[in-house]
């Protein structure tokens, strides 16, 4: 008789297991819905609920605790907003739509999203622009030019075996 088992496994070691529910908490928090097989999204839906009903609470300890489940800033400013949109919701604020069976496999493949619609901020990386003027091209390109021609072929003697 089994008991105490609190999740799936889905053929996977722990770490696998984690990094696969990062992802696709990240997926859901980042776009608002996520395909994936049936065990899975029946998995994670749990674990989203949970996140969502701590990001209903806006403080600075909750805010931490979705960065580090999450590991993204980014996700976890998404699910704070989620967690405003949801405010007066008790519970409930994801389903699972069925998309039918994958031809590969025959597994169900099913549309976690959110129950209301979200409004989602998406990831930007912010680059410092690089002031490209001429003379700075032609500094950079003198710099490539006497690298390569620096860099000599250093050719190691070999050892003599006795065979």
């Not at 928090?29 to 009903?53: C, D, H, W």
């Not at 021609?149 to 003599?160: A, H, L, T």
Request: hydrophobic share 30%; proline share 3%.
């Amino acid at each position: 008789m089994k008991k105490r088992i609190s999740t799936r496994k889905l053929n996977r070691t722990t770490d696998e297991r984690k990094r696969l529910f990062r992802g696709l908490i990240k997926d859901i928090g980042a776009r608002g819905f996520v395909n994936t097989s049936l065990a899975k999204a029946k998995t994670i839906k749990p674990l989203v609920e949970k996140l969502v009903t701590r990001a209903k609470n806006n403080s600075l300890n909750n805010l931490r605790k979705l960065i580090q489940v999450t590991g993204d800033v980014q996700t976890a400013h998404n699910l704070l907003r989620a967690g405003e949109v949801f405010k007066n919701r008790p519970g409930g604020y994801t389903r699972i739509i069925r998309l039918g069976k994958k031809v590969s496999d025959n597994s169900e493949k099913v549309r976690l999203e959110w129950v209301e619609p979200v409004v989602i901020k998406e990831n930007k990386v912010l680059r410092k622009k690089e002031n490209k003027t001429p003379e700075k091209e032609a500094v950079k390109r003198e710099a490539v030019s006497v690298k390569k021609e620096d860099k000599k072929k250093i050719v190691k003697p070999r050892r003599k075996t006795n065979k």
